[in-house]
């Protein structure tokens, strides 16, 4: 049984002994069980009871049937011992000093590191952390949570990959260190490749540098009238993207192994979309630690001045697209002009420009013209 269908038994026993408020007492019985605060309880309606914790409820209803008391009164009772201290206090001073450890090695956003950490190891949703405090952190926990702390702070691992997961678009992904973290900017790039699968009927899309699948898989969710195919040339990413796809199940979105179109002689697409490695080599060396020494240096740079992949896909993707198909970029902060005109030599009609949340020039929309 799940914590919604306990919640449902419990309250139909109560009301079967005529007490007037059994859905509450039913929820202030199984919050304590599960150490949450009730506010909370049915974000977790799936969740499942362990086999002692259903027999802890099951004690409670039956002594508070069987006494004719409600909970409250219950937690007065001699014969049944129940955990009434409040350790808010503690734990937020326990999340404090994790935020300050975080801080003291140069963590960008310490307390809302140490936030996304504790929700983690304390199984709760980070916007209502602090609802749950006035219950004791276990030990082993605690031991958890500083494994943690250590790895984000004195080791400058990344969140994300502490996680294991992280959002996009609205959609969870798996990450690791095998494909490169999903950043906010890139969902600019979605946006506008969505506008043009719109008008667009049945159309078939190439993700070129697919990674964690985030860019293939958030459109085959937002546009499930395309085709859409992630290509990768790191069996390690497609591992990931294709955990991804079913994690999200979508149906739409296929992976292949490719180095850029070469798994992909005679096939026509209707919209070519990649945000490639374009970190030019001597910026990659001053990149932070976070990155530097735990994303994948494959997903960030050419080893080169950052723009060997923009080239040789505009260069290409002529061949690969139907008439009128469209080819869209991610770029870095300062090479829009150069791509720009890297598309333009190479067939295509330049329709925009996009800047990011920044104000930065981030997406370069074409169309590939008439002529080719």
Known sequence: MNLLEILNFSKEYLQK???SKPRLESEKVISNVLKRDSITLYAYFDMELSSEQKEKVKTYLKEMARKRIEFDELLKSEDIKVETANYRDE???LLNKSAEYLKKYGVTSPKLDAEYIFAHILDVNRLTLTLNFNKKIEEEKKEKIREYLKLRGKNRKPLQYLLGEWEFYGYP????????IPRSDTEILVEQCKIILNEL???KVLDIGTGS???AISLGKECTHSDITGADISEGALEVAKANGELNKVENVKFIKSDVFSSFKDMKFDLIVSNPPYIPLEEYNELMP???NYEPSSALTDNGNGYYFY???SKEACDYLNEGGFLAFEVGYNQAEFVKELMEENG???LSIVKDYGGIDRVVIGKKSGDK
């Open 201 to 203: 009927e049945a159309p």
């Open 213 to 215: 699948g985030a860019i």
């Open 17 to 19: 002994y005529s007490f």
């Open 173 to 180: 992904f798996k990450v690791d260190e095998r494909v490169l």
């Open 311 to 313: 080239s040789k896909i």
């Open 348 to 350: 295509f009609d330049v």
């Open 290 to 292: 976070e990155v530097l």
């Open 91 to 93: 734990n937020l001073e």
